[in-house]
């Protein structure tokens, strides 16, 4: 069994940054495509970045490219999303989301394992 464990959210203002953190806790092997999505009140969960463990590529959405990064330590079995120049649409449950597989897809459906999320609130 997989289990994600997200940290790092909260309240920050407008142009700050954020490091969020999914540790994963697994009993055999470890997921190897990493992603993060999030959602805020009533809008549908949307994909923000992906990581693949095998070969480091990554994959962002327009809407965070250039201001989030995301990066894992195969070591710590962590990976992160440090979030950069923080806009009041960033808000929402960050979730983190894994799954065995060739390429980091985009649509939450193909993802087997899931975090409870973490809350980013940025102020205006």
Known sequence: ???LVESGGGLVQAGGSLRLSCAVF???YSPNIMAWFRQAPGKEREFVA???RTD???RYADSVNGRFSISTDNAKNTTYLQM???KPEDTAVY???AKFGLTVTTIPKPYDYWGQGTQVTVSS
């Open 26 to 28: 697994e009993h055999s």
């Open 84 to 86: 950069n120049s923080l």
């Open 56 to 58: 480091a590529s990554t």
């Open 95 to 97: 979730l983190c989301a």
């Open 1 to 3: 069994q997989v289990q």
């Open 50 to 52: 992906g990581i693949s």
